[in-house]
C-alpha cells in the first residue's frame, strides 16, 4: 500500500525555522510529484508547495519566500524548509503524490492521493 510518512512538526515561537519531510514507502517517488499541504483549525485544507517530477517547485503566495520544497528521489523523501514563520502558519500539514506535474491546478490538490496522517506544526509567541 502506497503511502507517505511525514515528521519534522513541531511548537516553535514566530520567525523560527522547521524542516518537514515527507518520506514514501510501497512506491519510488522518481515518477510523482509531490505536493505539501496543510490545514489550519477551522479552515479548508490549502497548498503550500509542489515540486513535480522534473523538479519544479511551485508555492502559494502565502509562503513564497519562506517555505522551499526539495526531493531527494535516492531517499524517496521530499522535504519542506520552513522559515520565518508566522501564526497564522499553524496547521497540520500533509504531503500527497500525483502523477501529474504540478501545472495550475495543484494548490487545490486534485489528483492526488496516498495522503499522509499529517504532522503538526504549531506557531505560537
Known amino acids: 500500500q502506497p503511502k507517505f510518512v511525514e515528521s519534522g512538526g513541531g511548537s516553535v515561537q514566530p520567525g523560527e525555522p522547521l524542516r518537514l519531510s515527507c518520506l514514501a514507502s510501497g512506491f519510488s517517488l522518481d515518477e510523482y510529484s509531490i505536493g505539501w499541504f496543510r490545514q489550519a483549525p477551522g479552515k479548508e485544507r490549502e497548498g503550500a508547495a509542489c515540486?513535480?517530477?522534473?523538479?519544479?517547485?511551485y508555492y502559494a503566495d502565502a509562503v513564497k519566500g519562506r517555505f522551499s520544497i526539495s526531493r531527494d528521489n535516492a531517499k524517496n523523501t521530499v522535504y519542506l524548509q520552513l522559515t520565518n514563520l508566522e501564526l497564522e502558519d499553524t496547521g497540520v500539514y500533509y504531503c500527497a503524490a500525483r502523477t501529474r506535474l504540478c501545472g495550475t491546478s495543484w494548490s487545490r490538490g486534485l489528483g492526488f492521493g496516498s495522503w499522509g496522517q499529517g504532522t503538526q506544526v504549531t506557531v505560537s509567541s
Open positions: 515540486i513535480s517530477y522534473k523538479s519544479s517547485t
